[in-house]
């Protein structure tokens, strides 16, 4: 099993900065990728960013490419989501996630954090 906790979210003004933490534990070995996701009440999971375990390919969701960035720390234990720029629309539920796959698809991903609520006012 691997486990995931997420933490740094909280409320921002339109235009300030967060950087939200996934800390990961168990057998993370037998994953292959980490992915961000976000949810609103009454939506599906949207797909944010997603980064492979040795850091050599990420990717982005249109709607924060040049405003966000995902990185994992050297001891490839935790995966961070630095989120600059931020807007109202980034308000939502974030998500972590670990799978075999490198893939933008929530159902692919096996494991998941519990969330953090990050909320931008206008």
């Known amino acids: 099993q691997v486990q995931l906790v997420e933490s740094g979210g909280g409320l921002v003004q339109a235009g300030g900065s967060l950087r939200l933490s996934c800390a990961a534990s168990?057998?993370?070995?037998?994953?292959?990728?980490v992915g961000w996701f976000r949810q609103t009440p009454g939506k599906e999971r949207e797909f944010v960013a997603r980064?492979?375990?040795?850091?050599?390919?990420?990717d982005y969701a249109d709607s924060v490419t040049g405003r966000f960035t995902i990185s994992i720390d050297n001891a490839k234990t935790t995966v961070y989501l630095q989120m600059n720029s931020l807007k109202p629309e980034d308000t939502a539920v974030y998500y972590c996630?670990?799978?075999?796959?490198?893939?933008?698809?929530?159902?692919?991903?096996?494991?998941w954090g519990q969330g953090t609520q990050v909320t931008v006012s206008s």
């Open positions: 980064i492979t375990w040795s850091g050599g390919a990420t």
């Open positions: 996630a670990a799978g075999q796959i490198f893939t933008a698809s929530a159902r692919a991903f096996p494991y």
């Open positions: 168990g057998r993370t070995f037998s994953t292959y990728a």
